[in-house]
């Protein structure tokens, strides 16, 4: 079993739907958690972090995380044509490293 | 703005050959870390380093070897380059574990065809 699941899209909505992308995770030694979001022909940016179960929010993004049952979902508001990239849900722990989901390919069509 | 820049955008080499990847950061990061990334299975870390000098194996460290000679600059190594190693390369780097939450800057990538 991979450390990190998530879900492989692609995902395809219309403008102005509520996108849910998620993550699965094993470790419970996972303190961080993190959205990256990776643009076409661009790395990938850090969105979101949180330690902590419940919601944060920041705009239009809201990143959920569920420490029992080693559940992380981002939601995106309002989606737009420019949230169309690729999202990577990532966890790290007291290492230097972070272990990355395969990523969800999202579409938003105008 | 910080930045993390890769040597080249763009590689085609030809099987066998020596290829180097270099990487440059200017946020005087202790740790830099190289990953391919393929369709389907995401951002697979091939190795990182936490020093100068000092490396560590990833997940998918096989056929390649990197160098570390100063803190800004992580370099990786194909030393006989293959068909199954075409991918797309990721450099990135962090800071100490308790800066901006283990968060890493990304370059730009490398996409390397090997024919």
């Known amino acids: 079993q991979k450390e990190v699941e998530q879900d492989p899209g692609p995902l395809s909505v219309p403008e102005g739907a509520i996108v849910s992308l998620n993550c699965t995770y094993s470790?419970?030694?996972?303190?961080?958690f993190m959205w990256y979001r990776q643009y076409s022909r661009k790395g990938p940016e850090l969105l979101m972090y949180t330690y902590s179960s419940g919601n944060k929010e920041d705009g239009r993004f809201t990143a959920q995380v569920d420490k029992s049952s080693k559940y992380i979902s981002l939601f995106i508001r309002d989606s737009q044509p420019s949230d169309s990239a690729t999202y990577h849900c990532?966890?790290?722990?007291?290492?230097?490293?972070?272990?990355f989901g395969t990523g969800t390919l999202l579409a938003v069509q105008p | 703005d910080v930045k993390v820049t890769q040597s080249s955008r763009y590689l085609v080499k030809r099987t066998g050959e020596k290829v180097f990847l270099e990487c440059v950061q200017d946020m005087d990061h202790e740790n830099m870390f190289w990953y391919r990334q393929d369709p389907g299975l995401g951002l697979r870390l091939i190795y990182f380093?936490?020093?100068?000098?000092?490396?560590e194996k990833g997940d998918i460290p096989e056929g390649y070897s990197v160098s570390r000679e100063k803190k800004e600059r992580f370099s990786l190594i194909l030393e006989s380059a293959s068909t199954n190693q075409t991918s797309m390369y990721l450099c990135?780097?962090?800071?100490?574990?308790?800066?901006?939450?283990?968060?890493?800057?990304f370059g730009p990538g490398t996409r390397l065809t090997v024919l």
């Open positions: 990135a780097s962090s800071g100490r574990i308790y800066q901006r939450n283990n968060e890493q800057f």
């Open positions: 990532a966890e790290g722990g007291a290492t230097n490293k972070l272990i």
């Open positions: 380093s936490y020093d100068v000098k000092m490396k």
């Open positions: 470790n419970s030694a996972f303190q961080y």
